[in-house]
């Protein structure tokens, strides 16, 4: 059962240009949804991460939108740069107190061109 | 600050062996969690410590174990290896576990032949 579904698999922006990946969630307990950034060989990192109480959460150029109802959020990356080329997770996680677990989408393979 | 470490950084085994693998986490940080990442695929969560305990389980079987010892270091044990247990082995540890933050370490790659 995937709770957590991301799309595009794959996509190649060029230089400069915005990249907007896309997860959807199931379980409506879900109270944090972060996002990583993974380079071949490495573990993933954290990028940033938003709470279901606010609709959008910029860090630099990055940012996340929450839309509640549609149980939909996205990840937007301005002034997409090269060295962004990688694969991104989203991950969703409810904190019950004992255990907090990441559910994590399939990814997203970034490709930014010169 | 340290951030979280993994050893081996590669592994190959066989079928029916039994592997253990290290994570040392991130200074202060007393939970540690254990993540399969297949290749292609999105880490899935195994389990997690907390100060020495099992604190939450993924849908993995018995013969994967773990321990966390007092310095909050961590293995995760896997007996009876299968060739679907070829992964990226990924530790992640949290201040607190009622932190939902969690760095991740580098992993541990391994194949099963």
């Known amino acids: 059962q995937q709770q957590v579904k991301q799309s595009p698999q794959s996509l190649i922006v060029q230089k400069g240009g915005i990249s907007i990946i896309n997860c959807a969630y199931e379980?409506?307990?879900?109270?944090?949804f972060p996002w990583y950034q993974q380079f071949p060989g490495k573990g993933p990192a954290l990028l940033i991460a938003?709470?279901?109480?606010?609709s959008e959460k910029k860090e630099g150029r990055f940012t996340i939108s929450f839309n509640k109802s549609a149980k939909q959020f996205s990840l937007h990356i301005m002034d997409s740069q090269p060295g962004d080329s990688a694969t991104y997770f989203c991950?969703?996680?409810?904190?019950?107190?004992?255990?907090?677990?990441?559910?994590f989408g399939t990814g997203t393979r970034l490709q930014v061109t010169l | 600050e340290t951030g979280v470490t993994q050893s081996p950084t590669h592994l190959i085994k066989t079928r029916g062996q039994q592997v253990t693998l290290r994570c040392s986490s991130q200074?202060?940080?007393?939970?540690v969690s254990w993540y399969q990442q297949a290749l292609g695929q999105g880490p899935q969560f195994i389990f997690q410590?907390?100060?020495?305990?099992?604190?939450g389980r993924g849908n993995f079987p018995p013969r994967f174990s773990g321990l966390q010892f007092p310095n909050y270091s961590s293995e995760l044990n896997v007996n009876a290896l299968e060739l679907d247990d070829s992964a990226l082995y990924l530790c992640?540890?949290?201040?607190?576990?009622?932190?939902?933050?969690?760095?991740f370490g580098p992993g541990t790659r391994l194949t099963v032949l």
């Open positions: 200074s202060g940080h007393n939970t």
């Open positions: 938003i709470r279901p109480d606010v």
């Open positions: 991950a969703a996680s409810k904190l019950t107190g004992t255990a907090s677990k990441l559910t």
């Open positions: 379980n409506t307990a879900f109270d944090y």
């Open positions: 992640a540890s949290s201040p607190d576990r009622s932190t939902d933050t969690q760095y």
């Open positions: 410590y907390y100060r020495e305990e099992e604190n």
